[in-house]
Structures are given as C-alpha cells and as structure tokens.
C-alpha cells in the first residue's frame, strides 16, 4: 500500500518562501496523479494544486496561481509545494494526496497524508 507523509512546514513572514514535501512509501508512485489541498482552521479543505503522473501537467487555484510550483520526483517517490511570496491567508495545514485519476475535487483522491501546518505572519 502507498502511504503519504508530508514535511516541510513552518512559521514564516509574509513575502517569504516555503517548500513543503511528499513523500510515498509504494513502488505504484508514478502512476499517481497527486495533489495538494489545504484547510484553514474553521474551514473547509480547498484544492491548492494537482500535477500529472509524469509531471508534465499541472494546475492551480486562483488564489495561488503564479506563486505556487507543484513538482515532482518519481524516482524518489516525492510530490513538492514551492510556496513564494507567501502571504497570511495561506495559513493552513497543508494536504498531499493521491487519485488514479485527474481532478481537482476532493472526491478524485482516495490517498491522503496526515498534513503539514504552514503559518504565514504578517
């Protein structure tokens, strides 16, 4: 079975970058499209980013959209979240997750990781 552990998360300042990171214990990674959610305290979890099995597709919220780069390395089983110019409304715990197939809905991804909490002061 595929098991997702995300790390990377911290207290920043606004405009300061972040790199949160996936990592999947099954040999399957690569045939995983993967996503990133979100959830701010109180609220309800919300797409971030997904990107493709091979890499070569990807997609964003609005909200983040030229500030986050998703990536990743089938070689080393990892999913990446480069958090730029971060700002304090990103504060959230931060979600990776696996689906077989694509989408941007929660209801797409069986496979989720316990999340990362990012916090962003202004």
């Known amino acids: 079975q595929v098991q997702l552990v995300e790390s990377g998360g911290g207290l920043v300042q606004a405009g300061d970058s972040l790199r949160v990171s996936c990592a999947a214990s099954?040999?399957?990674?690569?045939?995983?499209?993967m996503g990133w959610f979100r959830q701010a305290h109180g609220k309800e979890r919300e797409f971030v980013a997904t990107?493709?099995?091979?890499?070569?597709?990807?997609d964003y919220a609005d909200s983040v959209k030229g500030r986050f780069t998703v990536s990743r390395d089938n070689a080393k089983n990892m999913v990446y979240l480069q958090m730029d110019s971060l700002k304090p409304e990103d504060t959230a715990v931060y979600y990776c997750?696996?689906?077989?197939?694509?989408?941007?809905?929660?209801?797409?991804?069986?496979?989720w990781g316990q999340g990362t909490q990012v916090t962003v002061s202004s």
């Open positions: 997750a696996a689906g077989v197939l694509y989408g941007m809905s929660t209801s797409r991804y069986n496979l």
């Open positions: 990107i493709s099995r091979s890499g070569t597709n990807t």
């Open positions: 099954g040999r399957a990674f690569s045939s995983l499209q």
